[in-house]
């Protein structure tokens, strides 16, 4: 069983930064795929970022690149998502999800979540 444990979020101005970070209790974590989902109030779970178990590959959503950067230290157990440029529209729920399988987008591929930080942009 993986427990995962977001943190980092808060309250920012647009145009700052926020690192939110997830940490793992698996003993395995090195061998799942990482992503960052996010979900603000009446809209679906959508996805933002997410990284190989080797942190060799990284996908983003094109809504957040260029201003995001998700990175992972595997000694930690802990994956990171660098917040840069924040806007408005990044308000949502954030969570960190792995996976066993391939990384992907789709969050129904994902097979543990965490219960979610909450990131307020404000204009």
């Known amino acids: 069983q993986v427990q995962l444990v977001e943190s980092g979020g808060g309250l920012v101005q647009a145009g700052g930064s926020l690192r939110l970070s997830c940490t793992s209790s698996g003993r395995t974590f090195s061998s799942y795929a990482m992503g960052w989902f996010r979900q603000a109030p009446g809209k679906e779970r959508e996805f933002v970022a997410a990284?190989?178990?080797?942190?060799?590959?990284?996908y983003y959503a094109d809504s957040v690149k260029g201003r995001f950067t998700i990175s992972r230290d595997n000694a930690k157990n802990t994956v990171y998502l660098q917040m840069n440029s924040l806007k408005p529209e990044d308000t949502a729920v954030y969570y960190c999800?792995?996976?066993?399988?391939?990384?992907?987008?789709?969050?129904?591929?994902?097979?543990?979540w965490g219960q979610g930080t909450q990131v307020t942009v404000s204009s």
């Open positions: 990284i190989r178990w080797t942190g060799g590959n990284t």
């Open positions: 999800a792995a996976s066993r399988g391939y990384v992907t987008s789709q969050p129904t591929s994902y097979d543990y």
